[in-house]
Structures are given as structure tokens and as C-alpha cells.
């Protein structure tokens, strides 16, 4: 039996939830030509909406560069390029608390490789880690080798929407432990960032004794400050952290709408997404734009067929509202972090906000590397140094 992705989530579930809970079956994406056909017909069909011209994107996404970019998706954009490459990997659907549970896994050809979950965020997909593949599961001889698990969360990609609430990190991270027992991996190390960051974390708390280790990028609970900084402490900051904060503050006071829209009322942007690829790709394209930093276009900082890919993966799979809810859960959730024992790593790529004396009060720090490039997406942008990062850290714990 194999399931391909299509958007015909309610008879996928049926199909699911009839599995007996240990089933792994082997899945491929496969979007059906109809749904290219639609994509198509409802970007040249857009209508655009009138701005303030002359702001560029302080109001958000520009219409002239959506135009633009939309009219790529529509007629440049080769989907079936990036259905290959992911179909290059063994992937796998499960069953785990009543959600279905979509996943790569790569073994690596090396003796002794370490597990490795790799938890991506919003607005992310498995194919964020596509550049990491090769070189963590097939490194030069002396590097550490990996055996790769990169889920999709459940209201994430071809995963598809969770069949109920709750879906919180804590609950993810639960899942995912049991993922990591179905495949027979006593040990195992987890890699997160932005919200994967919150589920790597939480890992290392839900299943302690077999985590043995986590890292993570673009770190924000538990690794920032919470309430105003004391005024005391200011003079001890780094003038790096110094930035942080400042970039903290700026987010809170003017980047922020999203995290509060999706946290509080999803169904209501739901429609929009479900409707729209234009909306789809306005609402992802100005985080990128946002938080992929640096100078220069932003097509210099990420790729864009591989930001567009990700874009298209919420689209057919009609996950753009119900990625939102894990706003919604991480802001109603009964589950507060804990003191994590789990060694933990953080690495900071430039516009990430997390400051080593604030991580300290909740996860216990082995290893903080600070950088002046890359991005919030570094398996996109910086793979070599994420790889490095990764390598130099559960190489040492292993």
C-alpha cells in the first residue's frame, strides 16, 4: 500500500487512522496534474490588491514583487523538479496519537551513524533540510555520519491537519519519541529550529534517558527573555546580545501581527490560505523576506525555486491554515518547559534573538557558537556551517 499526496485529506485520514498503529507505509508525492492546472489558473487569475507606493516592504509584502513572483510560480516554476528530488528519499506514513505522521528517513552507509531527528518550523517543510541530506548522512571518511528522520509536524505539509487539538510541541515532542521507538532507535539526537526549536527542547525533556543531545537554531522560548530586562544586567550584555535585544523589541513592537493572528484566530486567516496562492505566498514570502537577513535582493539570501517549493508544499496540501494552530497551541498550552538536563546547543545565525545567560535558566548549555551570517533558515542558506555545527557537537557526545 502507498499514499501519495493529493488534497483529498478526509479520505487520506480514513485511509490513515484504518492502519494499525506500528504500520510505516511507504509514501511518495505525487500531485496530480489538476492541481497544477488550478494553481495556475488562480495566479493569472489574481486580483491584486492597491498599496502606498513608494514603502517597499515596511507594509509588508509589495505588490509589484508579488506580481512578479507569482507569474514565475505560475509559468517558470518546474514542481516536478522538486517532487524528484524528495522522492530520491525512502519516505513513510504512520499513525501516532491519532495523527498521521509523514517522514523522510535516510540511513546513512556508514557503520555506527548517529540518529538524527530534524524538525523543521514555520514557514517550513521537510525540503528545508534537502541541502543537508548528502553531506550529514555521507560525509568524508573521519566526519560523524547520520541516520536522518525529518518529519513533517502534524498540521504540516504531507502530514496533513491533525484530526483534533492539542498538537502543542509537548505533544509533538511525544509523537516523535515514539517515531524514534517504532524505528528501533534507542539513542538519538535532535536537531530544531523556530518552532522545531521548541520540539527539540521538549524532546529532550518528554524522553530524556534516549536523547542524546539537542541542538537548535533560530531559539526563542526558553533561550530569550521573557518581561523587561532588568536594568542591572544591561551593562553585562555583550554588545552582540545587546543587538539581540534590540532586534527583540523591534519584533515585538512591529513583526510580531503574524505570530498574534495565528496564535489567536487561525480559522479566520485559514480561509484566505485556502483559497489563494496568492495570499499563501504573500503571508510566507515576507518572512523570508524578514528573516533571512543580510544585504541585497532576497533571492540572493535564499533560493528562490527552494523558497518557492516550500510555498507550493502548504498550497497543495492545504496546510496553510492549519499550520497556524500551532501558534494557537504554543499560546494556549497547558505544558510549561521544565529544566532540561539534555546537553543542549545552540547556534546563532545573524537576526536570531537567543542570549546564552537567559537559555541557562531552562536547558543545560555544552555548546554556544555565535555567527555573523546566514539566517533563519540556515539548512537554506548556510548548509555548510549548519552541518559543521551539527557534526562538531553530537561528535562530541556520541
Known amino acids: 500500500m502507498r ?14 487512522i484504518a492502519m494499525f498503529d506500528e504500520d510505516l507505509v511507504p509514501f511518495q508525492v505525487e500531485i496530480p496534474p489538476a492541481q497544477l492546472r488550478d494553481l495556475r489558473r488562480r495566479l493569472e487569475e489574481t486580483r491584486w490588491p492597491a498599496q502606498v507606493p513608494g514603502v517597499g516592504w515596511a507594509r509588508g509584502a509589495p505588490v509589484e514583487y508579488l506580481r512578479e513572483l507569482a507569474g514565475y510560480w505560475a509559468g517558470r516554476f518546474d514542481w516536478r523538479a522538486w517532487e524528484r528530488r524528495i522522492n530520491a528519499y525512502t519516505q513513510y506514513v504512520t499513525v501516532v496519537d491519532g495523527a498521521r505522521i509523514h517522514f523522510l528517513h535516510i540511513h546513512s552507509r556508514h557503520p555506527g551513524a ?13 525540503l528545508e533540510f534537502l541541502e543537508v ?15 536522518l528522520v525529518i518529519p513533517s509536524h502534524p498540521n504540516f505539509g504531507f502530514s496533513g491537519p491533525a484530526p483534533d487539538a492539542g498538537w502543542d510541541s509537548h505533544r509533538i515532542a511525544c509523537a516523535y519519541a515514539e517515531l524514534m521507538r517504532r524505528l528501533g532507535y534507542p539513542r538519538y539526537a535532535v536537531h530544531g529550529g523556530d518552532f522545531g526549536a521548541f520540539i527539540a527542547p521538549d524532546l529532550g525533556r518528554v524522553d530524556a ?7 537548535v537554531n533560530a ?7 521573557h518581561g523587561p530586562v532588568p536594568g542591572d544586567i544591561v551593562p553585562a550584555l555583550t554588545p552582540a546580545e545587546r543587538k539581540r535585544l534590540a532586534h527583540l523589541a523591534e519584533f515585538l513592537s512591529d513583526g510580531s501581527g503574524y505570530f498574534q493572528i495565528q496564535g489567536t484566530r487561525p480559522h ?19 518572512k523570508f523576506h524578514a528573516w533571512t537577513g543580510g544585504p541585497g535582493p532576497l533571492e540572493v539570501r535564499v533560493d528562490r525555486d527552494h523558497m518557492l517549493a516550500t510555498v507550493a508544499t502548504y498550497w497543495f496540501t492545504n496546510t496553510g491554515g492549519s499550520s497556524a494552530q500551532l501558534y494557537y497551541e504554543s499560546l494556549h498550552s497547558p505544558h510549561l518547559p521544565t529544566r532540561s538536563t539534555t546537553p543542549t546547543a ?17 536547558n543545560t548549555i555544552a555548546r554556544w557558537t555565535d555567527y ?11 548548509p555548510g556551517l549548519l552541518v559543521t555545527d551539527l557534526r562538531e557537537f553530537f561528535g562530541e557526545l556520541s
Open 3 to 16: 499514499y501519495s499526496a493529493t488534497a483529498a485529506w478526509a479520505r487520506v485520514y480514513a485511509d490513515a
Open 114 to 126: 548517529i540518529p538524527l531527528l530534524l524538525l523543521h518550523g514555520w514557514p517550513g517543510t521537510v
Open 133 to 147: 541530506i548528502e553531506p550529514l548522512s555521507d560525509p568524508p571518511d573521519g566526519e560523524p555520519a547520520f541516520d
Open 209 to 215: 534517558a534516549r536523547v542524546i543531545g539537542v541542538h
Open 219 to 225: 531559539a526563542t522560548l526558553g533561550f530569550i527573555p
Open 268 to 286: 479566520t486567516l485559514g480561509f484566505a490560505l485556502a483559497d489563494s496562492p496568492a495570499g499563501q505566498l504573500a503571508w510566507m514570502v515576507e
Open 346 to 362: 545552540v547556534a546563532n545565525f545573524a537576526g536570531d534573538l537567543a542570549i546564552r545567560r537567559y537559555a541557562e535558566q531552562l
Open 372 to 382: 555573523e551570517v546566514g539566517g533563519h533558515f540556515p539548512a537554506m542558506q548556510t
